[in-house]
């Protein structure tokens, strides 16, 4: 059972910064990606940034130059850097991992429970 937990949520003031981190625990084959995702009050969630096995990363418009992703490949283990933040950055923030469970499976996306970040003076 691959279990992914996501934590350092909190509030910060305009301006500030905070980094979150996701853990995958359980047993699985192999990692693929590595993604962020965030839900603001009344609208869709959307993938906010996501690093690829391989090193490469991709970002939405909206954080490119202030967020950063990176992953500890020995600890199974990604973060989201979050520097300036905005008020529109408010949402719930979800970790999802795509991993293949065994050698012969698909890959398949694992959701955590989400932490919310709230920027407001």
């Known amino acids: 059972q691959v279990q992914v937990v996501e934590s350092g949520g909190g509030v910060v003031q305009p301006g500030g910064s905070l980094r979150l981190s996701c853990v995958v625990s359980g047993s699985f084959f192999e990692r693929r990606v590595m993604a962020w995702y965030r839900r603001a009050p009344e609208k869709q969630r959307v993938l906010v940034a996501r690093i690829f096995s391989d090193g490469v990363t991709d970002y939405w418009e909206s954080v490119k130059g202030r967020f950063t992703v990176s992953v500890d490949n020995v600890n199974n283990a990604a973060y989201l850097q979050m520097n300036s933040l905005k008020p529109e950055d408010t949402a719930v923030y979800y970790c999802?991992?795509?991993?293949?469970?065994?050698?012969?499976?698909?890959?398949?996306?694992?959701w955590g429970q989400g932490t919310q970040v709230t920027v407001s003076s």
């Open positions: 999802n991992a795509l991993v293949r469970v065994h050698q012969n499976s698909g890959p398949d996306g694992y």
